[in-house]
């Protein structure tokens, strides 16, 4: 399936995959405005084994066939703390929960 990728500017690692270039209209409007302006940064022929950085190219395929277009949103923040208070119990054998 041949798509165009378009990437937000107003949210970081925010990318829009649609079947036709500059075809917004199966695209929702307030996920438009949300997105901002779309910058198109590929063209790409996405097929089912294709690899994809973040997401699996069938449910790129499966949702622009679906809804017309797939969102890819960045994947969710670290929180380092969490993750150093987890590591740091383990490691130390610490069970106490109010670290």
Same mark, same amino acid.
């Given at each position: 399936?041949?798509?165009?990728? %378009? $990437?937000?500017?107003?949210?970081?690692? /925010? %990318?829009?995959?649609? @079947?036709? &270039?500059?075809? *917004?209209?199966?695209? #929702?409007?307030? =996920?438009?405005?949300?997105? !901002?302006? #779309?910058? =198109?940064?590929? =063209? +790409?022929?996405? &097929?089912?084994?294709?690899? +994809?950085?973040?997401?699996?190219?069938? /449910?790129?395929?499966?949702?622009?066939?679906?809804? !017309? *277009? %797939?969102?890819?949103? #960045? #994947?969710?923040?670290?929180? %380092? +703390?969490? @993750?150093?208070? $987890?590591?740091? &119990? $383990? $490691?130390?054998?610490? *069970?106490? @929960? /109010?670290?």
């Amino acid at each position: 399936m041949l798509c165009a990728v %378009y $990437k937000s500017i107003r949210k970081s690692q /925010t %990318y829009l995959f649609i @079947e036709k &270039k500059d075809d *917004f209209e199966p695209v #929702p409007e307030p =996920l438009l405005i949300q997105f !901002g302006p #779309p910058k =198109l940064i590929s =063209l +790409l022929n996405i &097929k089912a084994d294709s690899k +994809l950085a973040m997401t699996d190219a069938n /449910t790129v395929i499966q949702s622009i066939r679906k809804d !017309g *277009f %797939y969102l890819q949103l #960045p #994947p969710p923040s670290v929180d %380092y +703390l969490v @993750e150093h208070k $987890k590591w740091r &119990k $383990k $490691k130390l054998g610490i *069970f106490n @929960e /109010t670290d």
